[in-house]
């Protein structure tokens, strides 16, 4: 690891602006001052981790690309480490994205690198447990795990994915001891990072280009490449060939002729005036589990069994916070290096719902908003932030006849929203993680733990915290719900009444579109699905060059 005191005087290069400055095909839609048309073999609508992925390998079979992305093209240079910076620039909705009912909180990226930009590094391959339900229940051929392994193999080589050698922050050593004294057990997560710095504020932006993200790894290669990148630019629709109107019925097996977009301010979500026409040969969607079903509803492209959109998941997270007797400093360091996967070991599809462990970063801002309470109790908590220590159970969605997800809509405006309802399944599993969670910390030595429902306060031990966990509602708007992982929406399968594209992400209606980002998922993953969109994106886009390139 780079040695901090020598690293801060040298010159940090920021790739990105290099290779601008060299000349890369970079066009801002928001200062366009005309229309524009653009024209290239594949448009790749998003740059998250399936778009800048299939960006890379299409570019390298030697096709043209115009990469499409919604947010801003912001860079090391632009990152400060600043929570009020950050959050407005890099996420959606200024990282204050809701369900419809406002119960969860959803963090999503909106950025050149879309949520690789601002994730916390955690990379792991998709749980077997899944696959084989994916198999099982949901017909899905060609993705078991042997036939994966090459994809996984493939993209922890490109993106530098391998065991983090440095040890876990307070925050993180926190769920070891304590999982260690109950005798439950952990792993360490493996991390995409080259030269990290150990800053700790992988969220807002990696100042060091250490985060092996999209935007430092397969986007800047497939600009060198030829590559256009458009940013600040939202596709409204994508418009077959013979339709005139939005809304006119498209026929089954017709061509998509362009994407239609316009540019938008950054901060903000009114369209410019000035339209942009995207012409290519096939269209790629990759803008994540809510973008992309948008795009498609947007688009009134054929959905005979109206699965657009349905089935969308998330990772369903609970957070229960203690009070440590020494420093925690959870800002800094490696955001997430310990796990524990213990209580998704029952079967997914009849056992009671399953969660994974960890330990998130915590700094003072998103801190503030989560902690419930008001006044001098959230005043009490603020004041404790350096003893403050969280962890997180992320919520198996999906598998379970009970755990059937949400469903992406449109807004009167066009904007999407998820409606996602927690059914009596996944509350009880709520409740067990708040139980399990407030235990492992009371063992690793805390004085104080909270879950964090409005219900809930401040107690000093696992008896009182217990009893207290047991008897509060499990009900929205009193457990504080968040979620950074959506999945789901344009499902993949082979029956067309079940999904919206095959096993090759290709649309089952629309002969020159196809789906390369986690909306594609059957179910959730049970893990952070980053590698597994890495993977996935890898071979379909693979599979589509030798095609588009023949």
Request: glycine share 10%; aromatic share 8%.
């Given at each position: 690891m780079t040695d901090l005191a020598t690293a801060r005087i040298v010159p940090i290069v920021d790739p990105v602006r290099a290779g601008i400055a060299s000349g890369w095909k970079v066009i801002d839609a928001a200062r366009l001052e005309a229309d524009r048309d653009l024209e290239a073999d594949v448009v790749v609508i998003g740059t998250g981790?399936?778009?800048?992925?299939?960006?890379?390998?299409?570019?390298?079979?030697?096709?043209?690309?115009?990469?499409?992305?919604?947010?801003?093209?912001?860079?090391?240079?632009?990152?400060?480490?600043?929570?009020?910076?950050?959050?407005?620039?890099?996420?959606?909705?200024?990282?204050?994205?809701q369900s419809k009912d406002k119960s969860i909180t959803i963090l999503q990226g909106r950025s050149v690198g879309g949520s690789t930009t601002v994730n916390w590094t955690s990379s792991f391959r998709?749980?077997?447990?899944?696959?084989?339900?994916?198999?099982?229940?949901?017909?899905?051929?060609?993705?078991?795990?042997?036939?994966?392994?090459?994809?996984?193999?493939?993209?922890?080589?490109?993106?530098?994915?391998?065991?983090?050698?440095?040890?876990?922050?307070?925050?993180n050593d926190v769920l070891r001891r304590g999982c260690a004294a109950l005798g439950i057990p952990t792993g360490a997560i493996r991390r995409n990072v080259k030269g990290c710095w150990n800053i700790g504020y992988c969220g807002m932006g990696c100042p060091t280009n250490a985060k092996q993200s999209m935007l430092v790894t397969t986007i800047p290669a497939a600009l060198a490449k030829g590559a256009t990148l458009v940013y600040r630019c939202r596709v409204e629709r994508l418009v077959a060939e013979g339709q005139?109107?939005?809304?006119?019925?498209?026929?089954?097996?017709?061509?998509?002729?362009?994407?239609?977009?316009?540019?938008?301010?950054?901060?903000?979500?009114?369209?410019?005036?000035?339209?942009?026409?995207?012409?290519?040969?096939?269209?790629?969607?990759?803008?994540?589990?809510?973008?992309?079903?948008?795009?498609?509803?947007?688009?009134?492209?054929?959905?005979?069994?109206?699965?657009?959109?349905?089935?969308?998941?998330?990772?369903?997270t609970l957070v229960s916070a203690a009070i440590m007797p020494?420093?925690?400093?959870?800002?800094?360091?490696?955001?997430?290096?310990?796990?524990?996967?213990?209580?998704?070991?029952?079967?997914?599809?009849?056992?009671?719902?399953?969660?994974?462990?960890?330990?998130?970063?915590?700094?003072?801002?998103?801190?503030?908003?989560?902690?419930?309470?008001?006044?001098?109790?959230?005043?009490?908590?603020?004041?404790?932030f350096n003893n403050l220590q969280v962890l997180i159970a992320l919520l198996r969605d999906g598998f379970h006849t009970d755990s059937r997800g949400g469903r992406v809509r449109l807004r009167a405006d066009g904007s999407?929203?998820?409606?996602?309802?927690?059914?009596?399944?996944?509350?009880?599993?709520?409740?067990?993680?708040?139980?399990?969670?407030?235990?492992?910390?009371?063992?690793?030595?805390?004085?104080?733990?909270?879950?964090?429902?409005?219900?809930?306060?401040?107690?000093?031990s696992w008896a009182a915290t217990k009893s207290a966990i047991e008897s509060l509602p499990m009900e929205s708007l009193r457990a504080r719900v968040v979620s950074a992982h959506v999945m789901g929406g344009c499902a993949m399968g082979s029956n067309p009444r079940e999904s919206v594209v095959d096993e090759a992400g290709r649309h089952h209606g629309m002969a020159n579109v196809s789906v390369h980002d986690g909306s594609l998922f059957p179910t959730s993953l049970g893990a952070n699905p980053q590698l597994t969109i890495y993977a996935l994106a890898a071979r379909l886009a693979t599979g589509l060059a030798g095609k588009l390139a023949r």
């Open positions: 981790a399936g778009g800048g992925v299939t960006a890379e390998v299409l570019a390298d079979a030697g096709l043209t690309v115009i990469l499409v992305e919604e947010g801003p093209l912001k860079t090391s240079s632009d990152f400060h480490m600043r929570e009020r910076e950050a959050y407005p620039q890099l996420y959606q909705e200024s990282a204050g994205r998709t749980p077997a447990a899944t696959l084989a339900h994916w198999r099982d229940a949901r017909g899905i051929r060609g993705y078991g795990e042997a036939e994966l392994v090459p994809w996984f193999e493939r993209m922890e080589a490109r993106l530098a994915i391998a065991p983090w050698p440095v040890a876990p922050n307070e925050n005139s109107e939005p809304g006119d019925r498209v026929r089954e097996g017709a061509r998509i002729a362009y994407a239609e977009a316009r540019g938008i301010e950054s901060a903000g979500s009114s369209p410019g005036s000035h339209r942009i026409r995207l012409r290519a040969r096939h269209f790629v969607l990759a803008a994540g589990a809510i973008g992309s079903p948008a795009v498609l509803l947007r688009s009134a492209l054929p959905d005979p069994h109206l699965n657009v959109g349905m089935r969308t998941f998330l990772h369903p020494g420093a925690v400093e959870a800002h800094a360091g490696a955001p997430q290096s310990v796990y524990s996967d213990h209580f998704l070991a029952a079967d997914p599809a009849t056992g009671p719902a399953g969660f994974k462990l960890e330990a998130p970063p915590v700094h003072p801002i998103l801190a503030g908003i989560t902690m419930p309470g008001f006044g001098m109790e959230h005043a009490k908590a603020m004041a404790s999407p929203e998820l409606d996602y309802a927690m059914t009596p399944y996944l509350w009880e599993g709520a409740r067990r993680a708040f139980l399990a969670m407030a235990e492992i910390q009371f063992a690793a030595g805390a004085r104080e733990v909270m879950p964090l429902h409005e219900g809930a306060s401040r107690l000093g």
